[in-house]
Structures are given as structure tokens and as C-alpha cells.
């Protein structure tokens, strides 16, 4: 009915705010109770070690941005890698040995795998479009180079985790309007040689990582404004780099 309301969209920024507060409340009641009061030493091990730990503020960090980004591998990547670290100290005992390092490694590596696989069918329609205009690079404890000419590249993904990569676009030439390459590094990296006019805007999240914009922008060089190169994602433990030959 034209006459129904409507449900008033969500907004992510007001929804982060209101998480962020009750979060902020919730640590400062625990810091007041564990001041004032003389806790035992099992729970006020846990609040020191587990609650206010760099691995808890990786979660709460992963949740803030699973709520307020349509990406959703970052924020994934940060809870995985914060429940990863923080197991081990939830059970000591079991995980003295650290005898499941690797399975449970392998675990938040397949779903990072599996939410970028799954993110890449959903944008890309391969039987509508040229695959050669696109990437889909997968670097897992190891590297490689890579060189794609096409006269339309739309973008794509990368993601080089324990491993590394390097592609080549020198020869080839951007699609009108703005095309976007989704990167995830983790504990690895990742160089993207582009033309020297390309416009290309960085939007990347980094983690105790980074990744940069090394060409050296000359005034003389002609940029066509219709068309653009977006990189987007997450660099945790690692970084890359966008550079040219000139």
C-alpha cells in the first residue's frame, strides 16, 4: 500500500556508535569492580589476560567492522585471527603443546578462502563477461609473477596469504569508470605494476600492515578522469605496494 510506512534504513555509522558506547560502559563497570574490589585470582587473571587482551580488542575491531562495511572479509579476518590467538589462553592445559597450531591455522585460512571465493561469484557473471578482463590471483605459502594484457580490465581479486605476488598491467588499459581489485594479504604481500596515468585510489584496511602508492606522480603525465583503479581490502601482518616503471 502507497500509504504503509516504511522501515527506516539502517545506519551503520549511528549502529557502530551505540555498539562502541555499550562497549566502552561494559570495560569501564569491569576496570571499577576490579579496582574497588578484591577479586579472586582466577577472575582477575581473566580480565587481565582475556578481556582487556590485544587479542579480545581484535574481535571487538572485526565486529565493529562486520557492522559497518559491506566487506565483510575484513572484519571475518580479524575475529578469526583474534579467536585463534586468544584459544591458547581460554585452555592453557589443552594447548600447552600448541599441538593444533596448523589444523586450527588452516581452518581461518579456508574461510578466508571461502568468503573471497564466495564474494567474487556473486559480483562476477563469468558467462556474461571476458575472464581475460579480470584477476583471480591465490598466493598461499607461495609467490608468484604475473603479467595480464587486455584493453579492458575491470578488476578483480588478490589474496597472497603466507606468500606473495606481483602483477604486471603496464600493457594494459583500465575499463570507463571505476574498476576495483579486492586484495586480502595475511603474513604476505603483494605488488601491482600499473601505467604511470592510471588514477588509482587506495581504500585499503591495514593491520599491523600497510600498503602504499610508491609511484612518483609526474605533472606532465595526461590521466583520464573517466576511468579509475580502486584497491580495496584488508593487509594484516604484511603489505604491498602500487608502483611503475617510470
Known amino acids: 500500500m502507497e500509504n504503509e510506512l516504511k522501515k527506516p534504513a539502517r545506519n551503520p ?26 577479586l579472586p ?4 587473571d581473566f580480565i587481565d589476560n ?23 572479509t575484513p572484519g571475518i579476518v580479524m575475529i578469526s585471527v583474534g579467536g585463534f590467538f586468544l584459544i591458547p589462553e581460554l585452555f592453557t592445559d589443552f594447548f600447552r603443546s600448541f599441538n ?11 574461510i578466508v578462502l571461502l568468503v573471497n571465493s564466495k564474494r ?25 609473477e604475473r603479467q595480464l594484457i587486455t584493453d579492458n580490465f575491470r578488476g578483480g581479486k588478490i ?16 575499463s570507463p569508470g571505476d574498476n576495483v581489485i579486492e586484495i586480502t594479504c ?9 601505467p604511470e596515468s592510471w588514477n588509482v585510489v587506495i581504500e585499503i584496511t591495514p593491520i599491523l600492515g600497510g600498503f602504499s602508492d610508491s609511484r612518483k606522480m609526474r605533472g606532465d603525465v595526461i590521466r583520464d ?7 580495496k581490502g584488508t593487509v594484516m601482518f604484511g603489505g604491498g605496494e602500487i608502483k611503475s616503471y617510470k
Do not use: C
Open 120 to 144: 567474487l561469484v556473486k559480483k562476477l557473471d563469468f558467462s556474461t563477461v571476458n575472464k581475460a578482463d579480470y584477476i583471480d590471483y591465490v598466493n598461499v605459502f607461495s609467490g608468484a
Open 41 to 44: 585470582e582466577p577472575l582477575d
Open 100 to 110: 593444533f597450531f596448523w589444523p586450527a591455522l588452516f581452518i581461518v585460512l579456508g
Open 225 to 231: 578522469n573517466t576511468r579509475s583503479l580502486t584497491i
Open 186 to 194: 595475511i603474513f604476505g604481500g603483494t605488488t601491482i605494476i600499473v
Open 13 to 38: 555509522e549511528t549502529s557502530n556508535r551505540f555498539i562502541i558506547g555499550v562497549l566502552l560502559i561494559i570495560a569501564g563497570l569491569i576496570l571499577i569492580v576490579k579496582k574497588s574490589t578484591v
Open 50 to 72: 582475556i578481556i582487556f587482551s590485544w587479542q579480545m580488542l581484535l574481535i571487538v575491531i572485526g565486529i565493529i567492522v562486520l557492522n559497518g562495511s559491506d566487506n565483510k
Open 159 to 174: 589474496t597472497s596469504i603466507f606468500g606473495g605476488g606481483e602483477v604486471d598491467l603496464t600493457h594494459s588499459s583500465l
